[in-house]
């Protein structure tokens, strides 16, 4: 079996959502100054990285936070599918995309994988993310997670329908992937955000398995 790590590494160097809290970590116990271990202090925001959103992001009122989000779509089998050539996925581009039928995990891998291999740690906003109706597409499909590989599943001047489309039907934002190692085709995913009570979203550990 191959493991294969489609999570970003988190440092006070990665890009963050504009607005969004930066990224803090401070070693507040040192060993060279004479202290037992080393301690360090993280600040961030929960949209930070490889992350979740929980329905709460957009929807907002009674709706799911991220410690309730189910493991049973969290983990499982997962489509990565390659897109090269567009800058907005759209209805179309996935009904020519020749998806798997029974695919209900889709990891879109785009020319946002440029933006890692290049090791850009300034905010992009020209990045490939889903229209409106590619996610009404999905929901008609039965998808329940969508993965992509830069900070949002929505385009950066026009966040809140894909969202709201998305998390309204329960299907789960994985954002923040790094697919760039990865070839299109059939994984096992295994994605474990952090269990933070009440939160609208959590960074987390993503991974794919394969059997070479």
Known sequence: ??????????SPNLPTWPGDPGITLERISKMEDGANANVTHMSLGVHTGTHVDAPFHFL??????????SLDVLVGPATVVYLPD???????DLQNADLPPDAVR???????LEIWQQ???QFQEDFVALSADAS?????????LVGVDYLSVAPFNDSVPTHRILL??????LEGLD??????????????PLKIAGSDGAPARAILTSES
Do not use: Q
């Open 1 to 10: 079996m191959k493991i294969h790590d489609i999570s970003l590494t988190i």
């Open 60 to 69: 907002g009122g009674d709706t799911a936070t991220v410690e309730s989000l």
């Open 86 to 92: 567009t800058d907005l996925i759209t209805a179309g």
């Open 106 to 112: 889709l990891l879109f891998k785009t020319r946002n």
């Open 119 to 121: 090791g850009e740690m």
């Open 136 to 144: 009404e597409y999905l929901v008609g499909r039965g998808v329940v």
């Open 168 to 173: 309204k039907a329960g299907i789960v934002a």
């Open 179 to 192: 697919l760039s190692g990865v070839e299109p085709g059939e994984y096992h995913l295994t994605c474990l």
